[in-house]
């Protein structure tokens, strides 16, 4: 199979594919069946780890509010 | 040729984003100062390369790491080194652990996106590099420092609250600057995945020639003097379709370097 053909079959996955299908499949294959779609959603999330970002005085952070990959709970 | 009439309306949202693409460093010299130096990553048994500017006398070093899938050399990684370099602070840029070049030599899983994974795969490449500088250039980096922008931003969120462990002595950072970062990759991707499917609003009738034209026109304005400050000639569908279409090819570059047979094999 051309280079080409294979760039053309994997333009097809979508990011989510990729997540859903890809990668928990990668580690349920390497024994950790830990990091489910729920397990990878939730260390993703920036809120999971709220409590130790608030508590550092040395973190900055930069956001632009109209940044499109922010919805309005995530600005709060 | 490209039909650069413009046709519905914009979003500035969305080409201020696309202008992001062309923010580039200002001494056209800058990349040729930075010195390349690799460490050897223990987990892979392979060797990362950074690049880095030091200043002549001991200053705090920022650590900078860019957006998704971009290599320590793209544009806005040494724009963001210029910047820290010019306000007196040495900059070392690392590889997005998206990229090619952190996948093949310095992750320790195949398939980059889980962030206790990813950003423990980062924390220990920067300790390596940290610890690399400070054999070769004694006392010349002083207080350590962290700047991410998107994708990078929240691998260095992670690591600022990452507690010290003793099972492997990773070094800590006295400041973390986090830059546009996503809150939710997921949903991150899910609208990244929504504006590739932007073409789709177009009739089906004129579809392939709008795309085509989209393409035209951003083939055009680089062959051309496009600076911050040129107003981008794109719709909300087409600015829309091509930062969907950049993503896309980035996953496309990441599974490929997954698949690719020189990843190491875990």
Known sequence: ?76 | MADFELKGNQDNALLETLQSVFSTYKDLHFPDRGKTRSVLIPATGRKLRFIFWLQSSNAPVVYIVPGLGLHRLAQPSVAMAELVYKNGFPAVCVSSTFNSEFMEHASTATLPVYLPVDGHDMHVALTEIDGRLNTLYPNRLGRRALMGYSMGGLHFLFIAVTPPTHLAPLITFDRTVAINTPVRLLHGVSKLDEFYRAALDWLSSERIDNIQNTFMKVAALSKGALTLQTSLPFNTIESTFLIGFTFRLMLRDIISAASDGSIRES
């Not at chain 1, 053309?8 to 069946?33: C, N, P, W």
């Open chain 1, 1 to 76: 199979m051309s280079r080409t053909s294979v760039y053309k079959e994997i333009l097809q996955t979508s990011h989510q594919d990729y997540i859903k299908h890809f990668v928990i499949s990668y580690y349920a294959t390497m024994g950790l069946t830990a990091v489910t779609a729920d397990a990878l959603e939730r260390a993703d999330d920036l809120r999971t780890y709220d409590a130790g970002l608030r508590a550092n005085p040395n973190i900055r952070l930069i956001v632009n509010q109209n940044d499109f990959l922010l919805s309005s709970e995530d600005l709060v």
